[in-house]
C-alpha cells in the first residue's frame, strides 16, 4: 500500500523520537522593594520558594498564555492554584494531563484553578492543549528562564512534572517532583478547597 | 486498486482524519470496511493512542496529525489484511503458533493470578496512619513505604501461595532426577494437571549445566504452571489478552512465511540490486549559502558588491527575502545534489566552490548561489547496502501483496465519499 509521503516523514521523525532542549523563564520575580523575610530572593545562595511561604507577598510577572492573552499569578488570587510545570516533549506530563482536566472539572465549583506552566515552545505546547483537550489555562514559558524559573518554584533539578499547591491565602502548601495521584490531591489539595 | 485512485485516496484520508478533539476517541464511524470486517474512527484512535510516538503526535499541527492519521489507517488495513489471509491459510492451527500461544497464555495467566495475589494484599489502616504521619509533607517516601510494605507482603504471600497450591494439585517434585544430561522425558514434577519434563526446561539445550541451574528452571516453571491452572480453576479472564495476541502474532508470522517464500536465498536480492543501480549511489551533497532578491536588478547589485569583496552570508542576513535563508544568514545547509530547485541544480552545475553564481530567476525570486564545500557521491557496492537492498525488495513485495490481498477481500474506503461530501 502506498503510504502519503508526509505521512511517511512524519511517522520517520516522530519514531525517531526528537528531543527538545528543556527551555523556560522565570514566571515571578521579585524586585528589591518586594523583598520579604518569608520570600526567597533569586539572587541569593537559596532563591526558591518553598512550603510555607507565601505567593502573594512577591511581585508576579505576567506570562502569555495560550488564549493569546497575558496573565500574572495574582489574577487568580482567591482560588485554590495547582501550579502544573510541564513541557511538550515529556512524556509523563501528557500521560497526567487527562487527570488533571478531570480534577479542574470536577473540583471547578469548589475553587480549584490549575495552571499549566508550558516550559517549551509555545506550538507544540498549544498542538498538546487541542489534542488534549486541557480546560485550564496553559501560560507559555520562553527558551531563556525555564530553568530558573523552575528553581524559584523550588525545583533545583528542573524535573517535569512539578507541582506546586498554592492555598487561598496565596501560602505553598505542597510541591511536588512527578505525577499527580488522586491520594496526593486528597492529602494536599482537597482540604485547600474546604476552607475559605 | 489502480495508482491514481491510490494517490487521491490518500489525500482524501489525509483531508478527512483530522479531527482533534479527544470525544473522537470513542467514534463508531465506520472508516474502512474489509469484507463484512467494519474499520471504525475508534479502532483508528486506540491504535494510535498506544503506538509509541503518541507523545510526539500530540505536537503536531492538525494538517501533519490527519495525515499520520491517514498513515496508520493504511496501516491497520493492512494489518487486518494479513490476519484474514492469515487466518485463510490456517495459521491459526500451525504447531508453530500453537506453541506461541500456549506459551503467551501460561505466562499472561501467572501475571494475571500473582496481579490478583498482590491486589489483594491490604495495609492494615493503623499501619498506614503511621506512615502518613511519619511522611508528611513528602508524598513520594510515603508512597515509598507503602510499596515496601506491599513488596515485603507479596514475597511472603507468594510463597505461601506456591505451597498452597502444591497441596492442592498434589505435586511431586523429583529433585533427585534433576541431574544433567538426564534423558529428554525424565519426569521431574507431576501433579493433577500439570506435568514436567526435563525436555521442558531452557537449560537442557545447553552442554554445561548444574544440578542448581536445573533446579532452579524446574521451581521456576513449576510455579509458572501451578499459577497458570490456578488461574483457569478460578476463571481469570484473559480473552482480550488473547484476542490481542492472536492480532499482533497471526500477521508477523504470515509476513515471516512470505519472507522465506520471496527469499529462500540471497539469489534475488542480488538481481534486484543489479536491476535498481541507483540503491547503491549516494549522490553529491553541498553546504549552499543562498541570497534570494526580489527583482534582478537588485540581484545583480548585490553579486556586484559581493565581487567586490563583500559577504553574501551577511548580505543574506540583511537583504533576502527567503525567510529561512534570512535568519540563517544565508547558509541554507548541506542539501543533496538531487534535492532542491532543478532550474538552480542547472544553473550551479559548473560553479567551483567559493564562487558566486550569476542571478538566477526562479518563482521564489532571483537567486545568487555559493556552494561552501561538498561531500562528493560514491557507488556502495552489494554487500555495504545488503540490509538496504532486503528492506526495499521486502517492502515492495509486501506492497504488491497487499494491493492483491485488498482485492481479494474487497476493501472498501468509506472516507473517501464522505471527504467528498465535505467538499
Redesign the interface.
Known sequence: ????L???L??A???S??VSAFAGYQLSQRTVADQQPAIPDPQTKNPSFG?GDNVWQSHSIPLPALDGEKYALDHWKGKVILLNFWA????PC?YEI?ELIELQRKHEAAGLQIIGIGVDKE??LR??S????INYPVLVADDTRGPKMLEYWGNSGQIVPYNVVIGRDGRIN?T???LV?Q??FD??VAPLLNTP | MKPNHRSIRALFIALTLSWSCPQATGSSEVLATIGSLQITASDLERALRSSPFITQFNTLEEDQQAAVRGSMLQRLVLSRLLLIEAQAQNLDKSAQYLDELDRFRTGILHRRYMDKIRDEIKIPDETNQQMKAQFKGNHDAYKAAQSAYIADQYKRSRIDEIRRLRNRYHVQVYSERALPGAAPETVLMEGEGIRILYSDLPVQREKQVTKEQIEEQLYVRGELLLTARAAVDMGIDISDALDAFRTEHLPALLVENLEHEWLPDEAPLKAYFDSHPKLGQIVERRHIGQLVLATREEAEEMRRRILAGESLFALAGKYSIDPFGRKNNGDMGWIKEDRGSPVINAAISELKDGEVSEVIETPLGFHLITILERKPGETRPYPLIKDKVRQMYLSEKLTTYAQDLAQKFNVVWQISDQSQKQN
Do not use: K
Request: with cysteine; net charge negative.
Open positions: 500500500m502506498e503510504q502519503p508526509t505521512a511517511f512524519i511517522i521523525i516522530l519514531v523520537g526528537g512550603v511538550s516533549w515529556c512524556a501528557q487527562p506550538i507544540p498542538n498538546v487541542r489534542s488534549l483537550g505542597y511536588h517532583l512527578g495521584d491520594e496526593m492529602e494536599y
